[in-house]
């Protein structure tokens, strides 16, 4: 399988979409052209739980579990990783607009080469000895993040023949509540790799997808240091920031 016919799967899939005239906001559980999804998506519905009575075992964590230093993906060995240094924050709200408060965002990402810390990521990119690529922070009294990390680079994977992923930055949000989780992914803008990548284009909606995209900010950026990125999160609504259910790569 290679990546035109990869290629024209999803361009089927998005003039389908496009003609039928639903609006779908959320990835595609059952989404052929990514390959490994045809397996194990859910085939039933999710199972219903009482949210309150999961508050009684789900894991909690404190203001003092999270150390600031754990913000900061650059200073976590002895010397600096390679890359491109970047500032990456954003504000985390509910959907109708209200900051989420004091709540953890987890991130992980590849290296500058795009090669992860993972015994199933053997591609000959190179290790960083100076980054393990991840890090956690919560959310401040206006629901803003901030990290400072480097960006990663796309690698490969084997969903088809000569199959690239777009740089991203895998994110974990928490609501007010573990029951509100969401994992997705952020991308940084004009990513060549978009119109190719099965999993990218599992979200149909376009303006759905662009939500995943972040925007380059210059009033972040500092003066001979790191670039800026900003990008948002909405937890619930109609302007949901898209969320993944499975999927490991
Ligand atoms: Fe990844």
Redesign the pocket.
């Known amino acids: 399988m290679d990546q035109a016919a990869i290629s024209g799967e999803i361009e089927a899939i998005a003039e389908a979409y496009q003609s039928s005239g639903a609006v779908e906001t959320d990835v595609r559980l059952d989404y052929p052209p990514y390959r490994s999804s045809i397996l194990r998506h859910p085939t039933k519905a999710p199972h219903q739980v009482d949210p309150e009575g999961i508050e009684l075992w789900a894991p909690v964590f404190g203001h003092q579990d999270v150390d600031p230093f754990e913000a900061d993906l650059t200073i976590q060995h002895r010397g600096e990783p390679l890359g491109e240094r970047m500032r990456v924050t954003g504000r985390v709200t509910d959907g109708d607009g209200r900051p989420v408060r004091h709540q953890l965002v987890e991130i ?3 290296n500058a080469g795009g090669r ?1 810390i993972h015994q199933r990521d053997q591609h000959p990119a190179a290790l960083d000895p100076n980054f393990t690529g991840m890090g956690r922070c919560l959310t401040d009294s206006d629901g803003f993040y901030r990290f400072t990390t480097i960006k ?1 680079g796309p ?1 490969p ?1 084997r969903n088809h023949h000569n199959a690239w ?1 777009p740089a ?3 994110f974990s949000l928490f609501g007010s509540e573990f029951t509100q989780r969401l994992v997705t ?1 952020m991308y940084f803008p004009g990513d060549p790799l978009f119109a190719l990548d099965p999993i990218y284009q599992a979200i149909t909606d376009r303006a759905a997808r662009d939500r995943l995209v972040a925007t380059y900010d210059h009033d972040l950026t500092q003066h001979e240091w790191s670039l800026g990125f900003r990008w948002d999160v909405v937890l619930t609504g109609s302007h949901r920031t898209p969320l993944e259910e499975d999927h ?2």
Request: hydrophobic share 45%.
């Open positions: 992980w990402q590849a992860y990663p690698y994977w992923r991203h930055i895998h992914q490991a790569a």
